[in-house]
C-alpha cells in the first residue's frame, strides 16, 4: 500500500460540533495523540479526478456504510461508491478499522477496480486547497465575532446561475480564513477574496457582518459585474472602514436623482404598405430595472403612417442607465404589417438623446415574421451589447395526444433583462410541437448574459390544445453556452395543475442536465413498473442478446437460453426493502437467484448474496446487482452463458425485460398503459383513447374465451367491451365476436399487441392524438401496449355463468364456419392487414426451408417509392394475402433501379396463376412508382415463376391506377390474358337516388376474383346522379365465366344512400355481357342489422335466386317503430324486439341503433323480421341496452303487420312511456299483450321482487344485478334491478330490498335466473333468497326462491348466476275474498 503526501485536508464532519473543532485547530501544532484518521480517496480508472481528502474519525461516521453515504455524493459513479480498495486492488476494505491514516485508498462501484497513477494524481491538489495569502491583521488580531446568526447569500464571480446560502454563525466565523475555507467547500471553488454585489472588496469579518445579505465569492481573478441584484437583493450599506470607491461605470451619478420623463419619437419608413393598423409599444431597459409594455397612443387612424414621425411624452420609473429598448405591435387591425425606420429617445432631465436604427419589417408575414424588435443603446456607432440570435430547441414530450396546434409563445430572462413574450412562430419542421418532435426556432434579442429563466405557455386554442412539454435548450452563440430547462410536465387545463403556462428554472449547471434527466427518468420508470415487484409476483427475466429467459435448474446452474415455456424460468419475488428483492424459483422455493464474486447462480434463498437490487433503466429493462456488493451485476455472455471475469464488457448483456405471468387470467382486472403515465380508457361517448389517465376509466376486465384470446369489458361501464368493427375501434361492443382478440407478446419490449380475431391482421392502434383505429402492424409502437394488473385473476376459472358458456359456443361456431369458408373473400383496400409469414431475409440464419417458403424479389425502374407494398398470391386452389413489403424505416426500399428481396411463407393454394400488387399509404411527395417485374423462387424445389410488368403504378401514368395484376409468364406468353372489364352501373330514377358515397366493386369469376376497386374517374370526383349510367373500367388477369360480382356503398349518414337499379359487366375480347339486377337501396337493413354491401348474381341464375327469396320470407311481418314528437324522445340506443307465440319466442330480434340514424323524435321506422313457426303472437316485449350518449327514448307506440301469407289486419300496440333508466319506474323494456280475437288480452301486472342479502362477512355486492322470471306462459326477460324502492343503497349486508318489474301475466311462477356483471370494487355477492309477490284479478300470490349460495367469481362454485326453484312449501296462494 503506497502513501500519499499531502499538506492539507478537507474537513467532513456530519456533527457541527466536530466540524468546528476541527476548523479552529487546523493552524495548531497537535501533541495529543491522533484519534482521526486522514484519508486520501480516488475514483478507480479516472487519472483527472484529484481525490477527495477526508478526516475519517468514530464520531464523523459511525458505520462503514455511512462512509459509502458520504464519499457516494462527492465521487461521481454510475451507482455511487459501493466498493473501497487498496491502490493495486489486492485488498478490499470493508470496515473503518481497516484504513490507515495518511494512506490513499480507490473507489470503485463493482468488485473490479482500474489502477491509477497516484504519484501524478497526488501532485495536483484540489483547487481550494491551493494557500492563499494570510489576512494582514495577522493571528493576533481579535476580530470582531458573531453573535447573532446571520443568513447569507454567496455568488460564484461573473456567474448568477452558482450561488449558495450560508448561515454565518460562530462555528463557521473563527477566523475569516476559516470563512474562506468553509466557502470554498461549500462552492467547491478556490474562493480567495469577498466582494459586495457592487464590487467593493470585503476585508475581514467586521466588514462581512455589515453588508446586506448578499456576497460574490472570487479566487484571485478580479472581480467580474453581474446583475447580482437582479434577483431581488438589496444593494449593500456602506461598509465600515471602506472608501467610497465603486468598481468603474460609465455614469456614476445616482440614477433616482434623474427624470422620469422621456420623449418618443418613431419614424415609420417610406415604403409601400410601411403603416400599421395595430397598437404599437415600447420597452425601456436600464441596468435598475425595464419600464414594462408602454402603448404609445395617439388618435386613431392617424398614428405610424408611411413616412410620419409620432412623438409622445412618456413616463416610467426609475430604470438606471439605459441599455436597449424594445419596440412592437399587437399584430391587430386589418392591415397590422409595419416597417419602423427609426426610434429617437429624449431624456427630459439630462437631456441625453438616443438613437436607435430599425430599418425592418415586424409583420408575420415579412423577414423573420416577428412582430417585435429589441434594439441595444449605440455608443460612438456601436451597440454597448451585441444583438444575439438564440436557437431555442422545444422537446415535446413522447405521451400519446402530446402535441398541441395552440400558439406557443415564451420570455426568457437572464442577468440583463428578458426577451418578452416571443409566439415560436416558424419552426425547422413543416409542423410544430409533435409527438415526441424536438422544434428549433430563432429568437432575436440584445444580449442577456447569464440566463436563469423562462415563461413558457400557450393561448389554449385549436382543437388540440394541451401540451406536453419535455423541455426548452437555448443555446447562446455568443458564449457558447447551453441552458436546459427541465419541465416533464402537461401545460393543459384539464390534465396536471391546469396551468397553461409555466416558469421554468435553469438547470444548474454544476450537475449535468443529462445526467439529472436521465435520474428523472428512471424515478418515473420505477413507479410505473414497481407493481411488477410486489410480494407474491411471478416474473421472467427475458434477455435481448440471447433471446432466452433466465432459467435456475435443481443443481444451481443458471442460463439466459430458456424458452418462454420453460418451467425453470419463473421467479417469485419477495420483498426485503426499498427496490431490494429475493427472486426465489416458483419451481424450488427454498433456491433464489444469486450474486456471488460477479458471477449468478442458484443458493439458498435464506442467504445474503440472493438479496438483489432492481435499477429500472428508461426503457423499463431491469439491472440486478447485489446488494452486498455493490457493482456486482447479473450478466450473460452472448452464448448465454454467465459472464466471467475473461468476458469483455463488449460481449455482455446485463439488462432484461421483466414478463409478469398470469396477466391475462380470466377475471384480472388490468391497465392497458400506452406510455409511464397514460393507458388506454374508455370515454363517455363510447370511444376509446391511449391518452388516458391510470384510473378507473381505464380499468378493463379480461374474460378469457380460448387460449391467447380474450374479451376486455370496462369495470366502470358494464357491457361495454373492447372491439374492432367495421373501421372503427371503440368500446361499444355488446360481447360478440367483433371484441375477440387475440394477445400478441412482444419479448423485446414487454408490450402486447391486440389483434381482432374477426379481421385478422387488424389491430388496436393509436393514432398521434390518442385516439384508437383498427391499424395493420407496420412494426411501429402504435400498437403496443404495456399489461399492468390491478386485481389477478385466476388461469381456470372455479364455473361459468350461461353467459360466459354463450360467448364461448358463438366463438366455436364463428371458428367453425370461417374454416368452412372456401371462396375468396375480397379484401378492403383501406386497411389490408398483413401477413405474419413475411419475414426479414437479414433476420439471421435460418433453418432449412420448409415447402411453403418462397423468396420473392421486387425490381423497381426509373422512379422508387416509400410506400408500403401490398401483395396477393392467387393459386387455383386458393390465394394468399395481403402480404404486406415494408420496414420499419421505409426508405431502405423499393429505391430507383433496386431490386429487393423478401422471404414469405404461401399455404397450399395450388398452382400459382396471378398476383396482385398494389401501393397502400402513399405519401403525398411520392406520387408513382415503376415497376420492372416480380419473380417468385421456391426455396426448396428452386423453382421459378416469373412476372413481368414495365408498368407504373401512379397517378400520372397509363390509367392512373395504384394496383396491378400480372399473370405467370412461361415460353414468352402469359398463361392467362389481361382483360379490360367494362363496368355500366345503373342508378335508379327514384326520388334522392343519387349519391357521392365512395362505392366499390369486385368481380368474382372461375379463376378467382378482381379485389375490391374503388369506382373512380382520373382527375373527376365520382357522383351517381339519379336515372344515369356511370362507365368504369377494371383491369385484370382474366376471371373466366363470371360468377357474381359484390357491390359496397360507403354511406355515413342517410341522405348518402344510393338506390341502384342495375350492373352490367361487359368483356369485349370474347363479347360476353353479364346483367347483374340490384334494385334496391344502399346500404340497407335486414333483420335489424345494417349492411352496407351485397352480393349480386347474373340474370341466368335470378330465378333460383328469386325462388330461395320466396322460400326465406314466408312468415315475414312488418314492424313499424313510432318515438316520440319531442325534442329529447330520440335515443341512441341499441334496440331489441322479443315476439311470443303460443309455440316459441323468437328474440332477440337486433332492431338498429340510434347512432344509425334510427329512432329520432317523430319518425317511423319500419322494419321486417321473420316470426315463422311462432303461432299465434300474445304478447311482445320491446326495449334497449342503455348505450350512446343519450339512452333515454319515448316509444308512442308498435305497430305489426303480416307480409306472408298477406293480412289486412295491422295490429296497433300504443306504448306512451319513456324507456330509461332515470325516468318514471327507472326501466329500459316494456311488454305489451296482444289481443287475440278468440280471447281477451293477458293483463299486465307489477311483480313486486324483494331481494335478501345474506348476512355473511362480504356478502354485499356493488356490481349490476340482473333477474328474469319464468312462468307458466313464458318470462319477463332478462332485467336490470335498477332502483329499489325501500334503499337508497342496494344489495348491502343484511339487508332486503324491493323492486318492481311490469310484465304480462306470466301465470304460476316457477323459477327465476339472477345473476351479475362482476363490475364494481366488491364484485362477490351472497344471496339468501328472492321472494316475489302479484296479485292477478282477485288472487294474490307470494312465491319464495331459496338460493343461500355465493354468486362470486372467486367463492363457491364461481358462478355469477343462479337459476332459483320456487319451493312448494313457501308457495301460498289465498283468495282476498
Not at 446 to 457: A, M, T
Amino acid at each position: 500500500m503506497s502513501e500519499t503526501p499531502s499538506s492539507s485536508y478537507s474537513v467532513n464532519h456530519p456533527n457541527s460540533s466536530e466540524s468546528e473543532q476541527s476548523l479552529s485547530t487546523r493552524h495548531f501544532n497537535v501533541t495529543e495523540p491522533i484519534v482521526a484518521k486522514r484519508i486520501c480517496f480516488y475514483k478507480s480508472g479516472d487519472p483527472q479526478f484529484n481525490g477527495i481528502k477526508m478526516v475519517v474519525n468514530s464520531r464523523s461516521y459511525k458505520t462503514f456504510d455511512a462512509l459509502l453515504d458520504s464519499l457516494s455524493k462527492r465521487v461521481p459513479l454510475p451507482f455511487g461508491v459501493r466498493n473501497i480498495s487498496t491502490p493495486r486492488g489486492r485488498h478490499s476494505i470493508t470496515n473503518l478499522e481497516d484504513l490507515e491514516d495518511g494512506k490513499s485508498y480507490i473507489c470503485s462501484h463493482q468488485r473490479k477496480m482500474k489502477p491509477i497513477n497516484l504519484e501524478q494524481a497526488s501532485r495536483k491538489p484540489l483547487p481550494w486547497q491551493i494557500s492563499r495569502p494570510v489576512s494582514a491583521h495577522g493571528f493576533g488580531h481579535q476580530e470582531r465575532r458573531i453573535t447573532t446568526p446571520k443568513k447569507m447569500l454567496v455568488f460564484k464571480n461573473g456567474d448568477v446561475r452558482l450561488r449558495r446560502t450560508i448561515v454565518l454563525g460562530k462555528k463557521n466565523t473563527q477566523t475569516f480564513e476559516a470563512l474562506l475555507d468553509y466557502m470554498s467547500e461549500l462552492m467547491q471553488y478556490p474562493v480567495a477574496k469577498l466582494y459586495t454585489t457592487d464590487g467593493r472588496k470585503v476585508p475581514n469579518l467586521q466588514a462581512l457582518i455589515l453588508c446586506s445579505g448578499a456576497v460574490v465569492a472570487a479566487g484571485r481573478e478580479p472581480f467580474k459585474p453581474s446583475n447580482y441584484e437582479s434577483l431581488g437583493y438589496l444593494r449593500p450599506a456602506k461598509l465600515l472602514g471602506i472608501g467610497n470607491r465603486v468598481y468603474p461605470k460609465a455614469n456614476t451619478k445616482s440614477e433616482s436623482e434623474k427624470s422620469k420623463k422621456w420623449n418618443v419619437s418613431v419614424l415609420t419608413s417610406d415604403v409601400p404598405s410601411a403603416g400599421t393598423s395595430s397598437k404599437v409599444y415600447i420597452t425601456l431597459y436600464g441596468d435598475c430595472g425595464s419600464s414594462g409594455p408602454i402603448f404609445l397612443d395617439g388618435e386613431k387612424g392617424k398614428l405610424f403612417q408611411r413616412g410620419n414621425e409620432d412623438i409622445f411624452t412618456v413616463n416610467t420609473k426609475s430604470i438606471g442607465r439605459l441599455y436597449k429598448i424594445r419596440i412592437g405591435h399587437t399584430n391587430a387591425g386589418d392591415s397590422p404589417a409595419w416597417h419602423c425606420k427609426e426610434v429617437q429617445l429624449l431624456n427630459l432631465f439630462s437631456r441625453e438623446q438616443f438613437s436607435f436604427p430599425a430599418h425592418r419589417w415586424l409583420a408575420k408575414d415579412q423577414a423573420d415574421g416577428e412582430i417585435s424588435v429589441e434594439l441595444p443603446v449605440l455608443q460612438q456607432g456601436q451597440p454597448i451589447l451585441p444583438v444575439t440570435v438564440y436557437k431555442v430547441h422545444v422537446t415535446t414530450g413522447d405521451l400519446w395526444n402530446a402535441g398541441t396546434e395552440a400558439d406557443v409563445s415564451i420570455s426568457v430572462y437572464g442577468e440583463r433583462g428578458d426577451t418578452g413574450s416571443r409566439q415560436l412562430l416558424r419552426s425547422q419542421k413543416s409542423k410544430k410541437f409533435l409527438k415526441g418532435q424536438t422544434d428549433i426556432f430563432a429568437v432575436e434579442a440584445v444580449h442577456l448574459g447569464c440566463l436563469y429563466k423562462i415563461v413558457i405557455g400557450h393561448n389554449g386554442l385549436g382543437s388540440g390544445n394541451g401540451w406536453f412539454l419535455d423541455k426548452v435548450v437555448i443555446k447562446d452563440p455568443v458564449t457558447d453556452l447551453d441552458y436546459t430547462f427541465l419541465c416533464h410536465r402537461w401545460l393543459d387545463q384539464g390534465q396536471d395543475d391546469g396551468k397553461i403556462a409555466r416558469e421554468l428554472p435553469v438547470t444548474d449547471a454544476s450537475t449535468f442536465p443529462g445526467r439529472q434527466e436521465l435520474e428523472l427518468k428512471r424515478e418515473k420508470t420505477w413507479a410505473a413498473e414497481k407493481w411488477k415487484f410486489q410480494k407474491g409476483i411471478t416474473l421472467q427475466f427475458y434477455n435481448r442478446l440471447t433471446h432466452g429467459f433466465i432459467c435456475l435448474y435443481p443443481d444451481g446452474r443458471v442460463d439466459a437460453l430458456g424458452d418462454k415455456k420453460n418451467k425453470y424460468g419463473l421467479f417469485d419475488v419477495n420483498v426485503k426493502r426499498r427496490n431490494t428483492r429475493i427472486f426465489s424459483s416458483h419451481q424450488m422455493p427454498s433456491l433464489a437467484l444469486a450474486l456471488i464474486s460477479g458471477r449468478v447462480t442458484g443458493k439458498s434463498k435464506d442467504k445474503a448474496c440472493c438479496e438483489l437490487r432492481v435499477h429500472l433503466q428508461p426503457n423499463s429493462c431491469a439491472i440486478l446487482e447485489s446488494a452486498s456488493y455493490p457493482g456486482h451485476t447479473a450478466a450473460f455472455n452472448l452464448q448465454g452463458k454467465v459472464a466471467d471475469e475473461t468476458t469483455g464488457y463488449a460481449r455482455l448483456s446485463k439488462e432484461f425485460v421483466v414478463h409478469v405471468k398470469g396477466v391475462f387470467h380470466h377475471g384480472a382486472i388490468i391497465l392497458l398503459n400506452t406510455s409511464l403515465c397514460q393507458a388506454l380508457s374508455l370515454r363517455p361517448d363510447g370511444s376509446c383513447s391511449g391518452a388516458g389517465q391510470q384510473q378507473q376509466d381505464s380499468y378493463w376486465k379480461v374474460h378469457k374465451i380460448g387460449s391467447g384470446l380474450c374479451m376486455f369489458e370496462s369495470v366502470k361501464k358494464p357491457r361495454m367491451y373492447l372491439k374492432i368493427k367495421d373501421d372503427q375501434c371503440d368500446g361499444t361492443g355488446t360481447g360478440d365476436e367483433y371484441c375477440h382478440f387475440k394477445i400478441e407478446k412482444n419479448l423485446e419490449t414487454g408490450s402486447v399487441s391486440l389483434e381482432s380475431v374477426r379481421n385478422k391482421g387488424i389491430y388496436v392502434g393509436l393514432l398521434p392524438d390518442g385516439q384508437t383505429k383498427p391499424v395493420v402492424n407496420t412494426g411501429e409502437r402504435n400498437i403496443f401496449f404495456y399489461p399492468q394488473v390491478i386485481k389477478f385473476g385466476r388461469e381456470k376459472p372455479m364455473g361459468t355463468s350461461a353467459a360466459r358458456k354463450q360467448e364461448k359456443k358463438a366463438f366455436r361456431e364463428s371458428q367453425s364456419q370461417a374454416a368452412k369458408a372456401q371462396e375468396p373473400v375480397p379484401q378492403r383496400p383501406s386497411t389490408p392487414p398483413p401477413s405474419k409469414d413475411m419475414r426479414n431475409p437479414q433476420g439471421g440464419d435460418c433453418p432449412l426451408p420448409s415447402d411453403d417458403e418462397w423468396k420473392l424479389s421486387i425490381l423497381t425502374g426509373n422512379a422508387g417509392t416509400e410506400a408500403r407494398i401490398a401483395l396477393w398470391i392467387y393459386g387455383d386452389r386458393g390465394l394468399t394475402g395481403p402480404i404486406t413489403l415494408g420496414k420499419d424505416n421505409r426508405k431502405q426500399l423499393f429505391f430507383p433501379r433496386q431490386e429487393d428481396e423478401f422471404q414469405v411463407k404461401i399455404d397450399s393454394i395450388g398452382n400459382i396463376y396471378k398476383i396482385r400488387i398494389e401501393l397502400d399509404g402513399l405519401p403525398n411527395e411520392q406520387p408513382e412508382w415503376n415497376l420492372q417485374r416480380v419473380i417468385l423462387q421456391h426455396l426448396k424445389s428452386k423453382k421459378t415463376l416469373n412476372f413481368p410488368a414495365n408498368t407504373w403504378l401512379s397517378k400520372n401514368h397509363d390509367d392512373r391506377e395504384f394496383l396491378r395484376e400480372l399473370p405467370v409468364v412461361k415460353g414468352g406468353k402469359p398463361i392467362y390474358p389481361i382483360v379490360l372489364y367494362h363496368i355500366y352501373v345503373h342508378t335508379g330514377d327514384l326520388e334522392q337516388a343519387e349519391t357521392d358515397s365512395a362505392v366499390y366493386f369486385c368481380i368474382y369469376g372461375k379463376r378467382g376474383d378482381s379485389g375490391l376497386r374503388l369506382l373512380h374517374k382520373p382527375g373527376i370526383p365520382v357522383t351517381f346522379q339519379r336515372g344515369m349510367v356511370s362507365l368504369f373500367e377494371v383491369e385484370a388477369v382474366s376471371l373466366g365465366k363470371l360468377q357474381k360480382v359484390l357491390l359496397r356503398c360507403e354511406a355515413s349518414t342517410r341522405s348518402q344512400h344510393w338506390y341502384c337499379e342495375k350492373v352490367i359487366v361487359r368483356e369485349t375480347e370474347n363479347n360476353s355481357e353479364y346483367v347483374f339486377n340490384c334494385e334496391r337501396w344502399l346500404p340497407f337493413m335486414s333483420q335489424g342489422i345494417i349492411h352496407s354491401e351485397i352480393e349480386l348474381y347474373p340474370q341466368e341464375f335470378e330465378k333460383n335466386q328469386q325462388l330461395k327469396m320466396q322460400e326465406a320470407n314466408e312468415g315475414d311481418w312488418k314492424i313499424t317503430i313510432v318515438t316520440g314528437d319531442f325534442e329529447a324522445a330520440g335515443t341512441t340506443a341499441t334496440v331489441f324486439l322479443y315476439a311470443y307465440g303460443e309455440n316459441k319466442t323468437s328474440g332477440p330480434i337486433i332492431l338498429g341503433a340510434g347512432k344509425e340514424q334510427l329512432f329520432n323524435p317523430s319518425s317511423e321506422d319500419t322494419f321486417k323480421v321473420n316470426l315463422r313457426d311462432l303461432g299465434q303472437l300474445y304478447k311482445i316485449r320491446i326495449g334497449h341496452d342503455n348505450t350512446g350518449n343519450d339512452p333515454s327514448w319515448y316509444l308512442e307506440e308498435v305497430r305489426l303487420e303480416r307480409i306472408v301469407p298477406p293480412s289486412d289486419e295491422e295490429i296497433c300496440l300504443p306504448i306512451k312511456s319513456w324507456l330509461s333508466e332515470d325516468k318514471e319506474e327507472g326501466d329500459t323494456w316494456r311488454e305489451v299483450a296482444i289481443r287475440n280475437p278468440a280471447e281477451e288480452p293477458l293483463p299486465l301486472l307489477v311483480y313486486e321482487v324483494c331481494v335478501y342479502t345474506g348476512a355473511k362477512l362480504g356478502a354485499e355486492t356493488d356490481s349490476n344485478v340482473y333477474i328474469n322470471i319464468i312462468g307458466t306462459r313464458g318470462d319477463a326477460g332478462k332485467r336490470k334491478l335498477h332502483r329499489s324502492k325501500n334503499n337508497n343503497v342496494k344489495f348491502r349486508h343484511g339487508q332486503m330490498d324491493i323492486f318492481c318489474i311490469r310484465a304480462v301475466s306470466l301465470g304460476d311462477l316457477e323459477k327465476v335466473l339472477i345473476s351479475h356483471d362482476g363490475a364494481g370494487p366488491g364484485s362477490g355477492w351472497f344471496l339468501n333468497k328472492i321472494v316475489i309477490k302479484h296479485k292477478e284479478g282477485e288472487d294474490a300470490q307470494e312465491v319464495v326462491f331459496p338460493c343461500n349460495r355465493w354468486l362470486d367469481e372467486y367463492q363457491d362454485d364461481g358462478k355469477t348466476e343462479r337459476e332459483l326453484t320456487a319451493n312448494s312449501k313457501y308457495f301460498v296462494k289465498e283468495n282476498l275474498l
